[in-house]
């Protein structure tokens, strides 16, 4: 014979139902979760691939700019030229990599072996002066012609809307 409480069958109807429910809505919040984690690294490394990309385009400028600054051209006398020569930057006034309106950066070639291609670089050079090309050769007297050379700053930079913008800079010295 088999004796049942009567009072055990109505209990535990439904119980397992509010377990199985509670059960699915931690679940439910462990998968956002991990969703949300998920789409936030997703967007990290699309911002580190924008500005590797960002990085060589600058790069890219930044060594055609010491490519033009390797033949020592002659810099205006105020402004800069067409090829992206400026003169000797004014020590009181904003730095031009600085200033929203200076218009005076040249476009370096596009990356042909990039796939995709990033955005070309720009740059500018900025005559700096005669620097000594070896340490102390500036405190002889007479100072020695040969010890001097033309000094350079070359600013590079890669912007594209709404992506990564890298900016570099170079002290570049002709000898």
Do not use: K
Not at 128 to 137: I, V
């Amino acid at each position: 014979m088999n004796i049942q409480p009567h009072f055990l069958g109505r209990r535990e109807q439904g119980i397992s139902l509010l377990v199985v429910l509670v059960l699915l809505l931690i679940m439910t919040l462990l998968g956002l979760a991990i969703l949300r984690g998920t789409m936030l690294e997703e967007r990290m490394a699309g911002n580190m691939y924008d500005r590797s990309l960002a990085f060589q385009a600058a790069e890219s400028a930044l060594r055609e700019g010491e490519l033009i600054a390797a033949a020592a051209p002659a810099a205006p006398s105020s402004g800069c030229n067409a090829a992206g020569v400026c003169s000797e930057p004014d020590v009181t006034g904003t730095e031009r990599w600085l200033d929203a309106a200076f218009d005076g950066w040249a476009d370096a070639p596009e990356l042909a072996d990039a796939t995709p291609a990033p955005p070309p670089g720009q740059y500018f050079i900025e005559y700096m002066g005669l620097s000594p090309t070896w340490p102390g050769c500036d405190r002889q007297v007479p100072v020695a012609a040969l010890c001097l050379a033309p000094s350079y700053r070359i600013t590079a930079r890669s912007t594209a809307a709404d992506r990564a913008t890298v900016i570099l800079q170079s002290n570049f010295v002709v000898e």
